[in-house]
């Protein structure tokens, strides 16, 4: 009667307001006898009735069901506390979790897994990008460069004339400063050591906006020559200065000058920051810029582009802005730069660029991507856990139900449940902190040397929290299914009908394919983008550096100007130096030189070509290092046209030099290039005309994934005198001597140090190591992430096969009585085996399918990491579907094989 | 389940419990059914509802005076009968009652009655 379809649905509502268990037992009858006294009174008669039963009884109702929960808990549990009842799951839970300890174990790594890579990941990821500079609004701070227009160089530092130019002309900064790196030996009590120190403009600190911690940072009338003050960092003060609070006022020894200490900064303070951009080394002492006289004129115009320069944008102008007004300000220089100088000249630009991204920007999309890969990996780890937990939960709804007949409450059995899932979760999480944290520490330094604002990984609090509790989330939710589920039915019918079968079982099975699917799919995914960067990665480790360098041991010294203030001094330290060490009996070579090969961190400079096939194209920019010894032998640094320089050229400036093959292609395609000339600067500059001797093979700059730039090498006679003698240069002062030997490299180190130490001991060494691990760290970085990809493809494939395994496993429990069934009806074993193999591969080609789907987009994405390596690179996505296969298949065995071992007629008598 | 059956010397039944126990005293009902005899038996002055039929029932059930029985035909509708215990605590209440109902005959309080 739909007249009283309203009353009867109002009826129902309200008998919400009943106990669950007076509802569920007689919410049927309370319902049939509404309609029958509809029948018999009719609406109005029905609900005067109704109305004060309802009052009446809901307070009966509600009193007898707490009374009886009260009696159940004192006859079930005999009166716990609700602490003793905690622990008390807690024993069970131990002892239930040891008793299936493949289950434990395997959701317990996989967690580990899941949080431990996580965690490692994203503190990386978080300290590189997201972790504060610690400058006053960072966000609005911006460094300028200069360069020329069509030079391979791209940016480059800025010459000291054009810094000033720009003090005035420049509008978009409130003020802008310049500083450069300066390397330092640093004496005085303790061992001399080289440390990198920073010269700053007085302007520069006030940009950052941080104080110094005890005294101040360089006042205005401090930034001349001669004045020696330096600020210091925390880390030098603590170090050797011994965090003594009247530190301000003493004096630090540099290069054997005593400098005035007027302040020292805080801890947190970095500066310059770690990166790609120029004199991107931390600083451990800051003195005064001071720029000289020499620096000021115009005749250091076309030289020195090496400072940075730093500016905070005012107010709230747009960084737009400033990258234009950089951009008009490019003509604006040149026209102050003296008239020679004008044709070459012309090509010169200044561009701006935010701090912050010139900090992190080369590396943000490799992390990015890292990030990313984890985040798959936990999503598979997290999909694996709720599988596990789903299946043990099935095959405990039987236990379940019987506590609850015994008088177990709701809570009572969430809680239950709650400590397993937490019990878990605790146990993967400290597992998983300790792998991440050796993860984190395993990092090769050049990883954390290449990261910017990266000195000592740890892990994150907050990362391990979030993943921590996103990993406990899932395990409680699906540990807390069955409960879910079985709430809603009567629990005796549970209990009648008994095994394993379960109720929704259609449902659980489909939520248990998804989740197997979608972690195969998501180890797809991981497994192609692995193949993709080790592909890369081997194309990489193919690529020829140009050097042959097997046992080469270098170091590094740098003269101070006490001592060596002469250019002769400079000259006749290394001259000794090359002898001595050439005189080491297991030393078959020696060589010094200003920078080493296949580092590319040499100079830079500017220089013209004579007779160029492009005139308006003869000046460009390329590496230069000076050598004194057999530079090209010490390297293995094929000569391919012409010859090396000799003995004599070394000692007194011929004016020769060697240039790259690929200076030798750009400028003199198809020419001689031997007896063409170059010389410094621009077209118009004074420098001496060289002479091209040679022609030396390309020796890979840096960077192994990019063609080498143009290279020009010079005998040390070439430096002049004033770069010599004046420290502010530091250029000659700073060589490395290299050493080739017969037998193992460590045994040179000692002569090396005694040859040293013979002609100065209070000479600090650095940067002892070989040529072997120079180029080992050229190609660390992807090293790294390669191994780091497998790593986590490996454990994604490893679990999805777990989670394939236990599905079909547990299958295989479930239909133990349908296979009984088969095989007695005539069924073979073989037939059985194709069951479970079918239903396993049915699950892996789909989840193959979505993976191959979700690979082709990962692949897009990593295309600016690859090398030579297509992101459609058939060979990956060949042999990816087959490991996947095979793996599958040997998931597939074991249950399988359980299958075909069923006994039909025990099957079948088993309930 | 302990609580006791009311007999000699107890506290007497409400009479809720005491109509529904005379309404299985011949045999037992559904909830509807016990709650048309409880109507008929007690007048106008004790109607129930259904909520109230089917929660006394169930603290009945708790002392032992009824018991639900397995359903032989209409799966939707709920029996409950008397146990024994039901029996003798209604027999009480009826002795109780007629005694009681003497009294009041002897006093002469209710004209017309005997």
């Not at chain 1, 009966?60 to 808990?73: E, G, I, M, P, Y």
């Not at chain 1, 700059?701 to 420290?727: F, N, Q, R």
């Not at chain 1, 999805?800 to 236990?806: D, E, K, N, R, T």
Request: proline share 6%.
């Amino acid at each position: 009667m739909h007249r009283w379809a309203v009353s009867r649905a109002i009826y129902r509502g309200l008998l919400c307001l009943y106990p669950h268990e007076f509802r569920a037992r007689f919410g049927s009858d309370l319902q049939a006898d509404f309609a029958d006294l509809l029948h018999a009174r009719g609406t109005m008669g029905t609900w005067l009735r109704v109305v004060p039963d309802l009052c009446r009884s809901l307070p009966l109702t509600h009193a007898r069901a707490r009374a009886s929960r009260k009696r159940a808990r004192a006859t079930a549990y005999h009166g716990e506390t609700a602490m003793g009842s905690l622990k008390a799951d807690v024993r069970h839970a131990v002892r239930s979790l040891v008793k299936t300890p493949v289950f434990t174990a395997v959701t317990i790594v996989t967690l580990a897994l899941g949080i431990g890579a996580n965690s490692a990941i994203f503190s990386l990821v978080n300290a590189v990008l997201l972790r504060p500079l610690g400058y006053v609004e960072p966000e609005r701070l911006m460094l300028i460069y200069e360069g020329f227009r069509g030079s391979s160089l791209g940016k480059i530092g800025v010459s000291p004339p054009d810094f000033i130019d720009l003090t005035t002309l420049q509008r978009s900064f409130s003020s802008i400063g310049a500083y450069r790196t300066q390397q330092y030996e640093l004496s005085g009590a303790g061992e001399p050591e080289q440390i990198i120190g920073v010269r700053v403009s007085a302007s520069v600190f006030p940009i950052l906006g941080v104080r110094a911690a005890h005294g101040r940072t360089f006042l205005e009338s401090e930034d001349q020559p001669g004045q020696d003050v330096a600020v210091l960092s925390y880390g030098l003060w603590q170090r050797r200065y011994g965090s003594d609070p009247h530190a301000v006022g003493r004096t630090v020894t540099l290069d054997r000058r005593p400098y005035t200490i007027v302040g020292v900064m805080p801890a947190s303070f970095q500066f310059p920051k770690r990166g790609p951009q120029i004199n991107g080394e931390p600083a451990q002492v800051w003195t005064p810029l001071a720029l000289g006289p020499f620096e000021r004129s115009q005749q250091a115009r076309g030289m020195m582009y090496a400072h940075t320069v730093i500016g905070r944008l005012r107010g709230s102008l747009p960084a737009e802005q400033a990258m234009r007004e950089a951009g008009a300000l490019g003509p604006t220089l040149v026209r102050n730069y003296p008239a020679m100088l004008q044709g070459p000249i012309k090509s010169l630009m200044v561009t701006a660029a935010p701090l912050i991204g010139e900090i992190a920007g080369q590396v943000q999309r490799p992390l990015l991507i890292l990030l990313g890969a984890v985040g798959l990996v936990l999503l598979v780890a997290c999909a694996n856990v709720a599988n596990l937990v789903l299946s043990r939960a099935v095959t405990r709804q039987r236990e379940i139900s019987v506590r609850a007949a015994l008088g177990a409450g709701r809570r009572r059995l969430l809680q239950m449940l709650l400590v397993e899932g937490l019990l878990l979760t605790a146990a993967g999480g400290a597992l998983g902190l300790f792998i991440g944290n050796t993860v984190v520490r395993a990092m090769p330094d050049v990883i954390t040397l290449a990261l910017p604002g990266v000195q000592n990984v740890g892990l994150d609090g907050r990362v391990v929290l979030f993943t921590f509790a996103l990993s406990a989330l899932t395990a409680i939710i699906f540990g807390l299914l069955p409960l879910i589920v079985s709430e809603r039915r009567d629990l005796a019918d549970l209990l009648r009908e008994g095994g394993a079968r379960s109720i929704g079982g259609a449902r659980q099975h489909r939520l248990q394919a998804m989740l197997v699917v979608s972690s195969v799919a998501l180890a797809v995914v991981l497994l192609a983008s692995a193949g993709l960067l080790m592909h890369s990665f081997t194309k990489l480790m193919a690529v020829d550096p140009g050097i042959r360098a097997p046992r080469v041991l270098t170091m590094q010294v740098r003269l101070p100007q006490a001592g060596y203030d002469s250019a002769a001094a400079v000259r006749s330290f290394y001259q000794g130096l090359h002898d001595r060490v050439g005189a080491i009996p297991s030393v078959r070579g020696a060589s010094i030189q200003t920078d080493l090969p296949v580092k590319g961190d040499g100079e830079r400079r500017g220089f013209t070509v004579d007779q160029a096939i492009d005139p308006s194209n003869a000046t460009s920019s390329a590496a230069v290092t000076w050598t004194f010894g057999d530079y090209f032998r010490t390297f293995g640094v094929p000569i391919v046209k012409g010859r090396g320089f000799l003995p004599e050229e070394d000692l007194e400036n011929r004016g020769m030099t060697i240039v790259s093959r690929a200076l030798a292609e750009r400028y003199w395609p198809g020419q001689d290039p031997i007896g063409k000339r170059l010389k410094w600067g621009v077209a118009a500059s004074r420098g001496r005309w060289q002479t091209v001797v040679g022609v030396a093979g390309d020796v890979v700059d840096g960077k192994l994934d990019e063609p080498p730039i143009m290279h020009i090498y010079v005998p040390y006679s070439e430096a002049v005198d004033p770069a010599l003698a004046v420290p502010m240069a530091g250029l000659m002062r700073r060589m490395t001597v290299a050493a080739v030997t017969d037998q193992d490299v460590a045994t040179v180190v000692a002569p090396m140090r005694a040859a040293i130490a013979a002609l100065d001991p209070a000479l600090a060494v650095a940067e002892v190591t070989t040529m072997a691990q120079v180029m080992a760290d050229a190609s660390a970085p992807q090293r790294f992430s390669t191994l780091l990809l497998g790593a986590f493809a490996s454990g994604a494939l490893l679990l999805a096969a777990i989670g394939l395994y236990g599905m079909l496993a547990f299958g295989v429990t479930r239909r133990t009585r349908e296979i009984g069934v088969r095989l007695a009806l005539g069924a073979t074993r073989g037939e059985v085996v194709g069951l479970v193999v079918r239903q396993g591969m049915i699950l892996t080609l789909t989840g193959l399918g979505f993976g191959v789907v979700g690979a082709l987009g990962a692949a897009r994405l990593l295309r600016g990491l690859l090398y030579q390596t297509e992101p459609l690179d058939v060979v990956t996505f060949a042999s990816v579907p087959g490991i996947l296969a095979v793996v599958a298949l040997l998931a597939c065995y074991l249950p399988a094989r359980r299958a075909a071992r069923v006994e039909p007629m025990a099957a079948l008598r088993a309930e | 389940m302990s609580k006791p059956v009311p007999s000699r010397g107890q506290p007497p039944l409400t009479a809720a419990v005491f109509h529904i126990l005379l309404a299985l005293a011949d045999g037992p009902l559904h909830g509807y059914a016990i709650m048309q005899a409880v109507e008929a038996s007690a007048g106008e002055d004790m109607r129930m509802g259904p909520g109230t039929i089917y929660g006394s029932l169930q603290r009945m059930e708790d002392a032992g005076l009824v018991r639900e029985l397995t359903t032989l035909g209409d799966d939707r509708r709920r029996v409950f009968g008397l146990q024994p215990a039901g029996r003798r605590a209604l027999e009480a209440e009826a002795r109780r009652l007629t005694r009681l109902a003497a009294l009041v005959r002897a006093r002469r309080l209710i004209p017309g009655e005997r």
